[in-house]
């Protein structure tokens, strides 16, 4: 199976649709984000600076996610393919990714770039819960995508809780750097051929659709 990895908007819909697709091909899922998350507890000094940027919606130094990025490929379960989520997040990333993948004998893979409008992606951001144990995904304003138990986890019986990071001061924060710092990698891997565009303005089920779509025909 190609490597894959998802590029969009806070909030469009990247981690669940990495969950779908982690689950229906057998590949780990890698979040940057669940990783920092998890980071962020631990009560050092990283850790502390860590809690703080992820509340404001600042990204985290590009050496912390490449330690981070390079330990978890070189683990045995990457070796068939793997879901990334949420890296390279700029320029630099993209880059040292390409280094990585190269010391790794790995290729890109397929990338997928998901459609959103920005009104869409405000909604969405504040009816967000994430389980703490197994980090999936809810929406409590979306009927088809709430918990069947309030703030318990359908899938682990997890607790759900509100990211810091998912209110609207810290989003517009987010949306502004995904502009001005993601965006530019979009034209980075259309130049490499692996770019693929769907719409994520539908269903989780209808947005899985277009992925599963693209991920059967390219391998
Ligand atoms: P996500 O779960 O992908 O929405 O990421 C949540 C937050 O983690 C982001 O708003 C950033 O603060 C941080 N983060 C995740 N991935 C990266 C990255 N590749 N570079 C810098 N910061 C990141």
Redesign the pocket.
Known sequence: MKNIMFIAP?AAGK?TQAKKVAESYGIPHI????V?REMSQEDSELGHSIAE??AT????EDNI?YQLIENRLKREDCKNGYIL?????NLS?AIEYDKILNSLGYEVGTVILIHINEETLEKRITGRRTCESCHAIYNIHEENNSPKVESICDNCGGKLYQRT?DNVDSFKN?LKAYKESTEPIIQYYREKNVLHEINGEDTVDNVFKQVKTILDNEN
Not at 57 to 60: R, T, Y
Not at 85 to 89: A, T, V
Request: charged share 30%; no cysteine; proline share 9%.
């Open positions: 806070p981690g979040s940057s984000g669940d920092l940027k992820l919606g600042k990204f985290i996610l989520d949420g890296f390279p997040r990333q990071d987010r």
